[in-house]
């Protein structure tokens, strides 16, 4: 046995897959967005930072190729505890939560199973 090199941190790394692993420090698991219609169908997206934009600019961390969604469309926020938020930033079309339009610029809490509209692309929101 020796003092726990450098190589062993690296396989932490790795684990960016579509492991079933639950962090601890995380409270109710890692949150996710999985594409289910639109230009990347089962394209899954981690929400392992604060927020991740979403829109049609390629600056957004969730890049949706789709007219009818705005440059910055909307974000999904961590709020913590494993809790994660929906929010709209001011788009032109508009975000669905199950088919119910959300306020702009207000934060809507997401449930697992919750579907998300931006234009015509549909994103699942769930944990892991």
Do not use: C
């Not at 709209?88 to 702009?104: H, M, P």
């Not at 997401?110 to 579907?115: A, H, I, P, T, W």
């Amino acid at each position: 046995m020796y003092g726990g090199g450098v190589d062993n941190d690296k396989t932490m790394l790795r684990s960016q897959g579509p492991q079933m692993g639950v962090n601890p420090q995380m409270g109710g698991g890692v949150g996710f967005v999985r594409v289910e219609e639109g230009k990347e169908p089962g394209r899954v997206y981690e929400i392992r930072k604060e927020s991740l934009s979403m829109g049609r600019s390629r600056e957004s961390d969730i890049f949706l190729e789709d007219l009818a969604v705005s440059r910055l469309h909307a974000s999904l926020v961590n709020m913590g505890n494993g809790s994660y938020a929906l929010k709209d930033e001011g788009s032109a079309n508009g975000t669905k939560v199950n088919g119910q339009l959300v306020n702009k610029f207000q934060t809507y809490p997401l449930q697992e199973g919750d579907r998300i509209q931006l234009g015509q692309t549909v994103l699942v929101f769930a944990k892991k």
